[in-house]
């Protein structure tokens, strides 16, 4: 497949370390609060990647930190940490808060058919990992003590900007907003390995080091869960676009100065979710969640097939409004998939066609929208029922939209309730209309399209004719 590699700059064949195996890595959530549907964009488009990397052959190993420690309210080392927010906000301990929405991001992602990691780390089970990497970065002098903390140097660095979109101004810490210049860092891009000493004397997770009682910092968590569990060559790392400064040019950086090579071939960021408003983010306090979604009366799926009618390097905008042409697009594709009989057998070179194509549309970067459009195209392709349905389960193998349990429970609600014993008479009055509709005779078919309304049922014109459907 062509993937855009963020740190080339440009779209590349993707070849993994060793031919067939693909060892990716993917920042986990900071477990403060629930996840939004923006950092479940990220996770999301990150889930069609891993599937069709599957789909492609690749075994695959995906490997996901949890943050429970050291991510401060600055990403420039400065605030207090995420965590103890929270947990001061709840009355709660950190360790509590932690578990609560470890498992509600996880509640969430499968109810947007995200899979769960072949391994999943919290930041606070590693801290043996942090001190082995840091006192190697401390002996070859990558690393310096000063004020209490050990701070990497990224001056003994040939190259610390490999994100290089970034202007170096821009990265400079005192110029961003709210944020205090370090007076113990020697260069302003230096950042915490390990803190022992800060403003907020009251962090509520230690640890004894060879530094003294402290914490780990944010960065090295996910340079360390990574190199431990997929070791020293590493194909793709991903996460949303706000961690490609500071925080993954800070993990290349400690994670090639500890092992002295290339580390990360492919980095891959995904676009944020934006409101009218600017970037969905937890920290602005008012954002949507999954459960926002389910109270609204929407499938969580919806915001899948959402995210999936565009390209992941885009930035996406969220409305209500987008939102239900995705609700609507997606009850149509259930229904015309329910209107597939599975008669005949599959024919395998109509399937072998339809399928290249929709993995030269996901081969190209991820281009999820042409993915979906190649669905639309088995639905319209001259092939029979059969051929169809088994396209359809396949594709979603990847596309995720539960296509065919959907289409069932569409059709059990139809014969619904109590065996329908009203059904043929719904069918009979569907056919009507369609007779009607057929003749021109609009009055006709309008006044049955409230009869049924009147009867509870609703109506989906699809080319494969009309659907119906209990309310
Ligand atoms: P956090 O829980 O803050 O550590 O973020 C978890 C993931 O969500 C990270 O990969 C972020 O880059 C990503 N993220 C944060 N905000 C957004 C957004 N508005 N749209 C897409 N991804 C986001
Ligand atoms: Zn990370």
Request: charged share 30%; glycine share 8%; net charge negative.
């Amino acid at each position: 497949m062509k993937l855009y590699n963020s740190a080339s700059h440009q779209k590349e064949e993707f070849v993994p370390h060793d031919p067939g195996k693909v060892r990716m890595y993917t920042c986990g959530p900071t477990v403060y609060h629930f996840a939004h549907i923006g950092n479940l964009r990220s996770y999301l488009m990150e889930d069609v990647l891993e599937k069709f990397l599957r789909y492609d052959g690749y075994d695959v190993t995906r490997v996901m930190n949890i943050t429970d420690v050291g991510h401060l309210a600055s990403d420039a080392d400065t605030g207090e940490d995420k965590m103890l927010k929270g947990a001061q906000r709840e009355h709660k301990s950190v360790m509590e808060i932690a578990k609560f929405y470890t498992d509600a991001f996880f509640s969430d992602c499968e109810k947007l058919n995200i899979k769960y990691p072949d391994v999943v780390q919290p930041a606070t089970g590693m801290i043996d990992e942090y001190i082995k990497v840091i006192s190697k970065l401390m002996d070859t002098g990558y690393a310096y003590f000063a004020g209490g903390n050990v701070y990497f140097d990224t001056s003994k660095l040939d190259h610390y900007y490999v994100f290089n979109d970034h202007d170096e101004e821009d990265l400079a810490v005192g110029v961003r907003e709210g944020v205090e210049a370090d007076a113990n860092k020697r260069n302003k891009t230096d950042f915490v390995l390990w803190f022992t000493k800060s403003k907020f004397e009251d962090q509520a997770l230690k640890w004894d080091s060879p530094w003294g009682v402290g914490y780990p910092g944010w960065h090295i968590e996910c340079s360390c869960i990574s190199m431990k569990y997929l070791g020293e060559y590493l194909d793709i790392h991903c996460g949303g676009v706000d961690n490609a400064f500071p925080h993954h040019t800070n993990e290349i950086a400690q994670s090639e100065a500890y092992l002295g090579h290339p580390w990360c071939k492919y980095w891959v960021h995904i676009a944020h979710l934006d409101t009218a408003g600017g970037k969905m983010s937890k920290s602005k306090g008012e954002f949507t969640t999954v459960s926002t979604l389910e109270e609204r009366g929407y499938d969580p799926l919806v915001y899948r097939l959402f995210c999936l009618q565009s390209h992941y390097r885009k930035a996406l905008v969220f409305s209500y409004e987008n939102l239900d042409n995705a609700r609507a697009a997606y009850e149509k594709l259930v229904a015309r998939v329910a209107a597939l009989t599975g008669e005949g057998e599959v024919d395998p070179a109509v399937f072998g066609q339809y399928q290249t194509a929709f993995k030269e549309a996901l081969g190209n970067d991820l281009n999820t929208s042409l993915a979906v459009t190649r669905l639309y195209d088995v639905l319209k392709a001259d092939a029979n029922d059969a051929t169809k349905r088994a396209l359809i389960e396949s594709f979603d193998q990847v596309l995720g939209l539960d296509l065919l349990e959907k289409a069932a429970a569409y059709r059990e609600k139809q014969a619904a309730p109590a065996g329908g014993e009203d059904a043929a008479e719904i069918e009979a009055l569907v056919a009507a209309r369609t007779a009607a509709k057929k003749a021109k005779d609009w009055a006709e078919a309008d006044r049955i399209r409230d009869q049924l309304k009147e009867m509870g049922v609703e109506l989906i014109d699809t080319k494969e004719g009309t659907q119906w459907r209990r309310a």
